[in-house]
């Protein structure tokens, strides 16, 4: 059984430019997470799925961030207008039922030059 | 609110114990603890669900203190595998799975 993927693994990419990150879930989890991690950091919560709704957006840092899911599966991060403080790695999780167990996948590193 | 994890950091010999903490300022659902180790993603290693619940996996377990708001993992007779960073990973009374993380507290278990 596949676990969660990401692509692409690394993304280096100019001030200004818009970017998306992709996250495949692991087939049946209904619930799906993104977060951020800065060097050394925690993880910063961004945003969350229950199917293909996201009834919490509250961590997104910024309106240049967006997100979707379709068919209850592949996810969608995009960040328009990049900025150097968005440097970091991206992770997504997916889990069968809200509140369960996270499964995370091998996360996107940005670098906004 | 992010949880906040106590040490920051702690150096230990093969065979030794160690306790993380993590203390919240808000009612808790649950507490979740994963491990993520250099260059990986975060694993998960257990969720507590009641207050006063502990749980264990191998020589790993945890204790959730609803009333105090507070959660500690205990690492007993630590193996040079343990090392890594752990996260508590708190969710409030909504059950959502969305978690907020403490900053992480880093283990190094040295032969």
């Known amino acids: 059984g596949a676990g969660v993927s990401q692509s692409p693994s690394n993304k280096v990419t100019e001030k200004g430019k818009d970017v998306e990150l992709r996250c495949d879930p692991i087939?049946?989890?209904?619930?799906l997470y993104w977060y951020r991690q800065s060097l050394g950091q925690g993880l910063e919560f961004l945003i969350y799925?229950?199917?293909?709704?996201?009834?919490?957006k509250s961590g997104l840092p910024s309106d240049r961030f967006s997100a979707e899911r379709t068919g209850g599966s592949v996810s969608t991060l995009t960040i328009q207008r990049t900025q150097q403080e968005d440097s970091a790695v991206y992770l997504c999780?997916?889990?069968?039922?809200?509140?369960?167990?996270?499964?995370f996948g091998p996360g996107t590193r940005l670098t906004v030059l | 609110q992010q949880p906040v994890q106590s040490p920051q950091a702690v150096i230990l010999r093969e065979g030794e114990d160690a306790v993380i903490n993590c203390s919240s300022s808000?009612?808790?659902?649950?507490v979740h603890w994963y491990r993520q180790k250099h260059g990986e993603a975060p694993v998960f290693l257990m969720i507590?669900?009641?207050?006063?619940e502990q749980k264990g996996h191998d020589k790993i377990s945890a204790s959730f203190n609803e009333k105090k708001q507070q959660s500690s993992l205990y690492l007993t007779a630590s193996q040079l595998s343990y090392s890594g960073t752990y996260f508590c990973?708190?969710?409030?009374?909504?059950?959502?799975?969305?978690?907020?993380f403490g900053q992480g507290t880093t283990l190094q278990v040295k032969p």
């Open positions: 999780a997916s889990s069968l039922e809200a509140g369960g167990r996270k499964f």
């Open positions: 507590l669900l009641k207050g006063g």
């Open positions: 808000k009612a808790l659902y649950s």
């Open positions: 799925f229950q199917g293909n709704s996201a009834p919490d």
């Open positions: 087939s049946g989890h209904t619930a």
């Open positions: 990973g708190t969710d409030g009374s909504s059950n959502t799975g969305k978690l907020i």
